[in-house]
């Protein structure tokens, strides 16, 4: 009998990791994972190509619901251990998961970072305009006027626009999507992760339990595609002019790529020759991994 050991098309419940998600019923969230596993599976990705790195929040427990490589990081600070799996490995597909308060507040710095360095990663960001994990504060998304646990009278700040932010700081894959299409997620991520740059796709993910403004109906009244008035991704004074609208339109789709602006890893020297886990000589011993796990534990 001949063993056949040639890596085999995978289906999305191939990418279904051993924990179910503990997300309220309903929750957007379920949408981006559904569309990330329909995506890498239809791009013919395999679990061992791929890494899922992650901050803290609702959003942020994606690693262990989707069957890959995954690490479960500190509170803003995916991005920056994300970039440091990217420039050990080229060769792995490095996704990054996460919130808009975990990305755009606690993590706004890295986020700007990333984008300016270009690095080669796919990131993820379930926006729900509101920190839904410690019960229903205001975040760095929500609206002027919105009421929440923290501000009771109405938030009197104005919200991040993720995609102008992401273009101007020099993101070369700026898209927004929304859980409640994922054919249009589905073909995002995908270039999203074909893209060799930094990509960030902002995804509208209601918090059903939390925020009762930011429904699912609220977005489906107003969102309208991009691909449908045949916007042009080069043009980002146009990508950040639509990127703005907000009221009784909001544009959903791909914003803005720039093809031709290097990622990180292709512009330094001393990565010329290998990658830093290509010049290990050989590979730690079983009894060295268990040291490493049990000092972390």
Sequence with gaps: MTIDLRE???????????????????????????????????????????????????????????????MHTLHGRAL?????????????????????????????????????RNVDLT????????????????????SVGMKTKSTPFGNI??????ITSAIMNGATYVARGFSGNLKQLVTLIKGAINHPGFAVIDTFSPCVTFNRDNTYQFFKQRIQTLESEGHDPTDWKAACEKAMEWEDRIYTGLFFENPVEKPLHAL???????PPVARVP????????????ARMM
């Design 8 to 70: 085999k098309p995978l289906t999305a419940k191939d990418f279904k990791g051993k924990v179910d998600p503990d997300w309220c019923p309903g929750c957007g969230d379920f949408g981006l994972l559904r569309a990330t596993q329909t995506a890498v599976a239809q791009l013919g990705l395999q679990p061992h190509d791929i890494v899922c790195v992650s901050g803290i929040g609702c959003s942020s427990n994606f690693p262990g619901y989707f069957n890959a490589y995954g």
């Design 80 to 116: 920056a251990v994300a970039t440091g799996v990217k420039m050990a490995n080229h060769d792995l597909t490095v996704l990054v998961t996460g919130g808009d308060g975990d990305g755009y507040g606690i993590g706004g710095n890295h986020f700007t970072h990333t984008a300016r």
């Design 123 to 142: 990131y993820l960001v379930m926006n729900n305009q509101i920190y839904g994990l410690t019960t229903g504060q205001v975040s760095p998304s929500s």
């Design 157 to 162: 700040e104005r919200p991040v626009n993720p």
């Design 268 to 274: 330094e020297p001393i990565l010329d020759d290998a």
């Design 282 to 293: 050989e590979p730690i011993t079983r009894e060295q991994r268990d040291r490493i796990v």
